[in-house]
């Protein structure tokens, strides 16, 4: 059974990554998961500075997922690089360091700094936040801006470079050929969705910062459609993430178009999941005499045949 894909020239054992901010550096996590069995960890979402995130409360659980309003809390680049690394190099897996800024150059001084030091094999950058220098409008969020940073950061890096995008726009499969254009080698989506919840006695937002980021089971359909979307739009690999709590979910992803998968929410309600996913897409495999995973991707049947 051959279970490698490529993410443009990156290669990975099996299509099973983390996903961003859910796994934090590995860590906590090695008691419960082989790092070395994964496809690719991708660490929690590094700055050129630390951050403190935003005030608590920052979680709230929803019926079918959670609300998160961290605030891209982060020890910074430096601190990543000489204190997680090192722990995350002991295992034979491709570490992706997911990262972000709040203006152009921060975007650039990152990617640069990341791409300086051994060890890290790909970058994923997260355009779902704020730019200052615009007045606060989403990077990921306009095409004209998403473009002009995806490509002052190509120019500054020669590793794989994967751009995170954001759901929260009208027109995905535009923002993917903006970044495919600027020259992403893959494309990640989704990230959270935005969303709200308010206390009914007190009458105030269960989050701190009053707007959150939705993930896990409820936003799966929507991230079944984004990467539908966007398969047919572009020709560099998609990963595709969005309430995966199974080898099924994975399988479905696959299908719609995504190469590789990246495991978020599920990992907080089971920490085993990614493995557990993994054997779900083996066993899929096997029930269905399916030898390599890359001939999956995008195998939806969509056309009617009673039409
Ligand atoms: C607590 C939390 C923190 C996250 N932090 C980041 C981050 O730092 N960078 C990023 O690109 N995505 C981040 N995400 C988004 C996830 O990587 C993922 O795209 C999203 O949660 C959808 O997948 P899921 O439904 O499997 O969780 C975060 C999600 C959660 C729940």
Redesign the pocket.
């Known amino acids: 059974m051959n279970l490698s894909v490529n993410i443009g020239k990156l290669g990975l054992k099996n299509p099973v990554m983390t996903?961003?901010?859910?796994f934090g550096y590995g860590e906590e996590y090695a008691e419960f998961v082989d790092l070395g069995s994964l496809g690719a960890i991708v660490v929690?979402?590094l700055s050129l500075l630390p951050r403190e995130g935003n005030p608590p409360p920052r979680i709230v659980e929803t019926p079918a997922?959670?609300l998160?309003a961290?605030g891209?809390q982060n020890i910074g680049v430096e601190s990543f690089i000489k204190e997680k690394l090192p722990f995350l190099r002991r295992f034979n897996v491709p570490v992706i360091a997911?990262f972000f800024g709040d203006s152009v150059d921060e975007y650039v001084g990152a990617a640069e700094r990341l791409s300086d030091v051994q060890g890290i094999d790909g970058l994923e950058m997260?355009i779902?936040c704020p730019n200052k220098q615009a007045g606060w409008l989403v990077f990921g969020t306009d095409p004209e801006v998403t473009s002009e940073v995806v490509s002052a950061v190509r120019k500054v890096t020669d590793l794989p470079l994967i751009v995170?995008l954001s759901p929260n726009v009208t027109d995905i499969a535009l923002m993917a050929r903006v970044a495919e254009d600027a020259g992403a080698d893959a494309v990640s989506l989704?990230?959270?969705v935005s969303g709200m919840a308010i206390d009914i006695k007190t009458r105030r937002p269960k989050l701190a910062n009053i707007t959150g980021?939705l993930?896990?089971p409820a936003?799966k359909p929507i991230g079944i459609r984004m990467v539908w979307d966007v398969f047919r739009a572009v020709s560099i690999p998609i990963i595709g993430?969005?309430?995966?709590m199974d080898g099924g979910d994975a399988i479905e992803y696959m299908l719609a178009g995504a190469a590789a998968v990246?495991?978020?929410?599920?990992n907080f309600v089971n920490p085993t999941a990614t493995m557990d996913i993994l054997s779900g897409i083996k066993d899929y495999m096997t029930t269905n005499g399916i030898q390599d995973i890359s001939t999956i991707k995008g195998g939806l049947i969509w056309e009617r045949e009673d039409l």
């Open positions: 996903a961003s901010g859910t929690k979402g997922g959670m998160n961290i891209l997911n997260n779902s995170k989704i990230n959270t980021g993930s896990g936003i993430s969005g309430g995966i990246a495991v978020g929410t599920a």
